[in-house]
């Protein structure tokens, strides 16, 4: 019972940042977290050992989110196209619909604690699309000509900071206009038609 109950404190403590990084605009207490998820400030260095470690935390899960909403394992494999451009859709549609997205791509990309997570995770990003974008050169649906490593990282690079910054406008494309242009950017880059919206 305790390692559940320590898990579930854990979890309300996670929920607990997050709401506090949204609300304070990417900054919080740790002793407000604790109050927020009913638990002792004690517990939250226990388990998290720093506030920095509970930012990475917080951060780190967003992440499984993110990788959760855009991945797409049924798509069929020759619909190359269409399937990018889907996952291009969600990635936008789960930043503008997750509040603590905007926090954390825009407002919090410069903090050490965020960086070093963000860099792991969007190494993993790469790495993922670079092994999509060879399958694809393999099949001939995209053009070989450019090392798919290099390619992941140009287009990955460029989605998500084009989407930080539109989440950091005062005031935003609509989710829809945002999608057009991202995804007419990534296929111009590849070399391959912007399939039309679905």
Same mark, same amino acid.
């Given at each position: 019972?305790?390692?559940?109950?320590?898990?579930?404190?854990?979890?309300?403590?996670?929920?607990?940042?997050?709401?506090?990084?949204?609300?304070?605009?990417?900054?919080?207490?740790?002793?407000?977290?604790?109050?927020?998820?009913?638990?002792?400030?004690?517990?939250?260095?226990?388990?998290?050992?720093?506030?920095?470690?509970? %930012?990475?935390?917080?951060?780190?899960?967003?992440?499984?989110?993110?990788?959760?909403?855009?991945?797409?394992?049924?798509?069929?494999?020759?619909?190359?196209?269409?399937?990018?451009?889907?996952?291009?859709?969600?990635? %936008?549609?789960?930043?503008?619909?997750?509040?603590?997205?905007?926090?954390?791509?825009?407002?919090?990309?410069?903090?050490?604690?965020?960086?070093?997570?963000?860099?792991?995770?969007?190494?993993?990003?790469?790495?993922?699309?670079?092994?999509?974008?060879?399958?694809?050169?393999?099949?001939?649906?995209?053009?070989?000509?450019?090392?798919?490593?290099?390619?992941?990282?140009?287009?990955?690079?460029?989605?998500?900071?084009?989407?930080?910054?539109?989440?950091?406008?005062?005031?935003?494309?609509?989710?829809?206009?945002?999608?057009?242009?991202?995804?007419?950017?990534?296929?111009?880059?590849?070399? %391959?038609?912007?399939?039309?919206?679905?």
């Amino acid at each position: 019972m305790g390692e559940s109950a320590t898990k579930d404190k854990g979890d309300r403590l996670l929920d607990a940042a997050a709401a506090a990084l949204v609300d304070g605009g990417g900054a919080f207490e740790v002793q407000d977290v604790a109050k927020r998820a009913g638990v002792s400030v004690g517990l939250a260095y226990h388990r998290f050992g720093s506030k920095a470690g509970l %930012i990475a935390a917080v951060v780190d899960r967003l992440y499984d989110e993110l990788l959760r909403a855009i991945d797409l394992p049924d798509w069929p494999l020759d619909d190359w196209g269409s399937r990018e451009r889907e996952r291009t859709r969600r990635f %936008i549609e789960f930043a503008y619909d997750t509040p603590l997205a905007a926090v954390v791509f825009s407002k919090l990309a410069a903090e050490p604690e965020v960086g070093v997570v963000a860099t792991k995770r969007w190494n993993g990003v790469v790495d993922e699309g670079a092994r999509n974008l060879a399958q694809g050169q393999r099949r001939g649906l995209l053009p070989g000509k450019t090392d798919p490593q290099v390619l992941s990282a140009l287009i990955n690079g460029a989605v998500r900071h084009a989407v930080a910054q539109a989440l950091a406008n005062d005031v935003r494309p609509t989710r829809e206009r945002l999608t057009d242009d991202v995804w007419s950017f990534v296929a111009a880059g590849l070399g %391959i038609r912007p399939e039309t919206r679905s």
